[in-house]
């Protein structure tokens, strides 16, 4: 064994460099605009070689629903949540400008005709690139959402914990 000393300073820098950055999201809102951000942020994060993790938490759960899936909940009024809040990806409305869903048909037809890549497109480039998808527990209860209407691809049912245990790791991370 030398006799050098390892400089801590240098050895954080080198065990920092091995590792890769990380960036986490927290999908709050079920907007079709602000969650297609959340998606274009995590897949050009995940393009870039960072580690990406996307919490959907509230009205974010909405983008990972399966389309046209009502939810399981046993009483009236989380029957009522799920009955006003279909979800999926192709049914999330703007978040101004909705106008009873005229905007939003509006906004996708301008995002057909530019070849811009709905929220269903950008999610599945975001499952291609190895984005993490963590749903929350917590809200899935109090909503009355149940673990078979979201997509299969849902990586991790997790709480809060699970959360900050990735964001203390992160370098970025968004609330959406």
Known sequence: ?????????????EL????PERV??????????RVMAAFIIATGAAAMGMRVTMFFTFWGLNAIRREGVQGG???W??????????????????????FW???TRMMKLVMKQNRMPGI???????????????ACTTTLGLMGITKDTLIGEVDQFAGVSTYLAEAREAQVNLFI
């Open 1 to 13: 064994m030398s006799g050098a000393k390892l400089d801590p300073q240098v050895a954080l820098a």
């Open 16 to 19: 920092q460099a091995s590792k």
């Open 24 to 33: 986490t999201l927290v999908v709050l809102s079920g907007d079709m605009d």
């Open 73 to 75: 909940a046993k009483d």
């Open 77 to 98: 009024l989380r029957r009522m949540f799920g009955y006003l809040n279909r979800g999926g990806a192709d049914s999330l409305p703007l978040s101004r400008f909705h």
């Open 101 to 103: 869903g005229l905007g």
């Open 120 to 134: 269903a497109e950008l999610r599945e480039m975001a499952l291609d690139l190895g984005v993490r998808f963590i």
